[in-house]
């Protein structure tokens, strides 16, 4: 099965910081790649489809890119709601597996 | 206004069984692919499950193979998942979810349910 890797676990960022998450696949998964983002207490919310496609509502500031086995998200300004747990996660196939999370705080 | 809504968690003990239902409401349930995706406590977002729009195909994670079934009922507009022989590391919060376009089995999940919580213990 392909392995989901996130890095860093954690990050502590300023008001108005770019901030980037890594995602790696053990193997290569094309663009079949999604990001969420869940706030404490709620339900996940998709951000990024297609590796870099913004979902609709989603703020600009949020941006997804990488191809294969290695994906980036990005946040240009980071804002104060955007203190989350962020995923990633593989669709192509089954399994169809989510990163460990990474959890950005301020 | 597209919506998932959980039911049929609770407590239950170790060997139990419990069956989750997610009602939908607001797009055409029957052509779209569905997934249930669970939580443990304090935990990350782990698969479970997936089914095609017919309920013909259908996948699990290891985790759950031979445990766990899904299945749809088109004419209500309602996805299942059977829990059978259930360990204290199922307990955790079910999500079901749909896929972002239509019948693609392949695709991100854009509309999640607000959960339902299963606790095992004795």
């Known amino acids: 099965d392909i392995q989901m890797t996130q890095s860093p676990s954690s990050l502590s960022a300023s008001i108005g910081d770019r901030v980037t998450i890594t995602c790696r696949a053990s193997?290569?998964?094309?663009?079949?790649l999604a990001w969420f983002q869940q706030k404490p207490g709620k339900v996940p919310n998709l951000l990024i489809y297609?590796?870099?496609t913004l979902q609709s509502g989603v703020p600009s500031r949020f941006s997804g890119s990488g191809s294969g086995t290695d994906f980036t998200l990005t946040i240009s300004s980071l804002q104060p709601e955007d203190v989350a747990t962020y995923y990633c996660?593989?669709?192509?196939?089954?399994?169809?597996?989510f990163g460990q999370g990474t959890k950005v705080e301020i | 206004e597209v919506q998932l809504l959980e039911s049929g968690g609770g407590l239950v003990q170790p060997g139990g069984s419990l069956r989750l239902s997610c009602a939908a409401s607001?797009?055409?349930?029957?052509?779209?692919?569905m997934t249930w995706v669970r939580q443990a406590p304090g935990k990350g977002l782990e698969w479970v499950s997936s089914?095609?729009?017919?309920?013909?195909?259908?996948d699990y994670a290891d985790s759950v193979k031979g445990r766990f079934t899904v299945s749809r009922d088109n004419s209500k507009n309602t996805l299942y998942l059977q829990m059978n022989s259930l360990s204290v590391d199922d307990t955790a919060i079910y999500y079901c979810?749909?896929?972002?376009?239509?019948?693609?089995?392949?695709?991100?999940?854009?509309?999640w349910g607000q959960g339902t919580m299963v606790t095992v213990s004795s």
């Open positions: 607001g797009f055409s349930f029957s052509t779209q692919a």
């Open positions: 089914l095609t729009g017919s309920g013909s195909s259908t």
């Open positions: 979810a749909k896929s972002r376009a239509g019948s693609c089995y392949s695709c991100a999940l854009d509309i």
């Open positions: 996660q593989k669709y192509n196939s089954a399994p169809k597996t």
């Open positions: 297609g590796a870099s």
């Open positions: 193997q290569g998964i094309s663009n079949y």
